[in-house]
């Protein structure tokens, strides 16, 4: 398909739907704009996109699709600065936002022009943010949620899926109410859980030093979410608020249900508790990619003598094998280390225990 696709935002996001669109649409031309001037000279450094464009306007007036990879209340923003444009007459505009609800209701500016716009939530991410983490292969086998109005024409929502087949994502169209409230159930309210847990810890260990020594290791995977962006949280809270207040009245009552058979000691209902969460738990997809980002982690033990990390990373170079995080968790003196390292996708994680198995005599401990 030739066309030219405007890319409003250029992060993770927004660099990785240009990538796909480039390599499945060669005809096509990618124009980027981003607020950060920087990011936009270094996505056309890379490749990324074919020209950057000085503004909004002179980027979208051509455009046959519009792609608004921004935050939630600035893509609300974006969205009416575009409707006071004389753009196309059969654009399409979408975004790529967590929250959909607000942001259909604010395209009505849009509609009232006669311009199509579909919600779209491409549901992946990266350890690794700004478009030099930019990869076609991101969205491969995730959800990407499209959020059509009822009345929008079906030629389209086939016509922006056709854009965007080089995503090899699996394509869900919902209403913008069932989106938010389903993101809110298994991305928006897990966060807030990991930010209040880690905030509790972080109160109680005035009392004690010695806590957050012991938080290291599995409380940091467990809590791992609670690193993303404070900003882009606050915008998703605000804009998913009735869905999200409704979900902590669910957690108050099932904190109080665990509290009262702690009050009791009911150790039978106890474990029926942990049983049945252990069960649905077990029951998830493994290979499926959710609302979270998945984490394809290394655990690899090492001896402690210099030039180990390089020398595994040397390993994986040398196979091609990319990384998109490494550290070494908190160990005892006189003992192996453990060196974690996180992959991109659960291929590349296996290919890296059969690589450094085959280099290293030392590496008889390596788990998942």
Not at 51 to 65: F, N, R, S, T, W
Not at 91 to 110: F, P, R, W, Y
Not at 318 to 339: A, F, H, Q, W, Y
Request: proline content about 4%; overall charge negative; charged content about 25%.
């Amino acid at each position: 398909m030739k066309g030219r696709v405007f890319v409003i935002g250029l992060g993770l996001i927004g660099g990785s739907l240009a990538l796909c669109i480039k390599k499945d649409h060669t005809h096509s031309t990618i124009i980027g704009f981003d607020i950060n001037s920087e990011q936009a000279r270094l996505a056309k450094m890379l490749g990324v996109i074919d020209e950057i464009a000085v503004d909004i306007q002179a980027g979208a007036l051509d455009a046959d699709l519009i792609i608004i990879a921004a935050p939630v209340n600035d893509t609300k923003t974006i969205i009416q600065s575009l409707s006071e444009l004389p753009l196309k007459p059969d654009v399409i505009v979408t975004d790529t936002g967590s929250t959909k609800s607000k942001i259909v209701e604010n395209a009505i500016s849009l509609k009232e022009r006669g311009i199509t716009f579909i919600g779209g939530h491409p549901m992946a991410g990266s350890h690794k943010s700004g478009v030099s983490a930019a990869k076609e292969i991101l969205f491969e086998n995730a959800f990407y949620l499209l959020t059509p109005e009822k009345d929008a024409e079906k030629s389209k929502v086939i016509l922006l899926k056709d854009w965007l087949k080089g995503t090899n994502a699996k394509f869900l169209t919902i209403t913008p109410q069932n989106h938010d409230y389903l993101t809110g159930i298994v991305s928006h309210f897990p966060h807030i859980i990991a930010a209040s847990i880690v905030r509790q810890t972080e109160k109680l260990s005035e009392e004690d030093s010695l806590i957050p020594r012991l938080a290291a290791g599995g409380f940091r995977d467990i809590t791992r979410i609670a690193s993303s962006s404070p900003e882009m949280w606050k915008d998703i809270l605000i804009n998913n608020r009735e869905n999200l207040i409704e979900l902590l009245n669910h957690w108050q009552e099932e904190m109080d249900w665990v509290k009262t058979l702690l009050e009791k000691e009911n150790s039978s209902a106890i474990f029926d508790y942990f049983y049945q969460a252990k069960e649905f738990r077990d029951g998830l997809p493994i290979k499926e990619k959710g609302a979270i980002p998945a984490f394809y982690d290394l655990f690899v033990d090492v001896p402690d003598y210099p030039g180990v990390i390089s020398e595994i990373t040397g390993y994986l170079a040398t196979e091609k094998i990319s990384i998109t995080n490494i550290r070494i968790l908190e160990t005892r003196e006189d003992i192996n280390g453990v060196l974690v390292i996180s992959f991109q996708t659960e291929e590349d994680r296996q290919r890296a225990e059969r690589c450094i198995r085959s280099y290293s005599s030392y590496a008889t401990s390596i788990g998942s």
